[in-house]
């Protein structure tokens, strides 16, 4: 029987499909919400009170749903445990440095989720706990600090 604790394999090929994974649910992410406000944008161009589309309720809960699920597949595959601590910290914090890193362009919404994804990942093995939390902490602080300096 193994424990999260002492892994049969090597964690890092895990963390980097860990990390690959929050890249691209990033740049997902990023692209539906793009897509989205412009054809909200478009939708809304001749209206001159609150226009609220379709596109624009959806898109949220649509993000999340699909990131969970992804993440509880991928983790599952990965045999990264525990995913019900590990999964709702990356899906509920996520969004401020992936915000941050939105204004800075595609490469860096990727690096962002990458980044933190992955760290979040690492903290599943108790020996790799500490470091990998004070790495999601600084990406964490980081974006607040590019947030509101």
Do not use: E, Q
């Not at 690959?20 to 944008?41: D, E, H, Q």
């Not at 939390?133 to 947030?147: E, K, Q, R, V, Y």
């Amino acid at each position: 029987m193994t424990t999260s604790s002492t892994p049969p394999h090597p964690a890092l090929p895990r963390v980097l499909g860990a990390a690959a994974t929050g890249a691209i649910l990033a740049t997902g992410a990023r692209s539906y919400l793009s897509w989205a406000n412009r054809r909200s944008t478009r939708t809304c161009r001749d209206s001159d009170i609150a226009c609220i589309t379709w596109w624009n309720l959806t898109a949220l809960p649509l993000i999340l749903t699909v990131t969970l699920l992804v993440l509880a597949v991928t983790y599952k595959h990965l045999d990264i445990g525990p995913r019900l601590v590990i999964i709702p910290s990356t899906v509920l914090l996520a969004p401020i440095p992936l915000a941050v890193g939105a204004a800075s362009g595609w490469s860096a919404v990727a690096l962002t989720g990458a980044a933190w994804s992955g760290c979040l990942a690492l903290a599943a093995w108790k020996r790799y706990r500490v470091p990998a939390l004070m790495a999601s902490t600084a990406i964490f602080l980081a974006a607040m600090i590019a947030a509101y300096h």
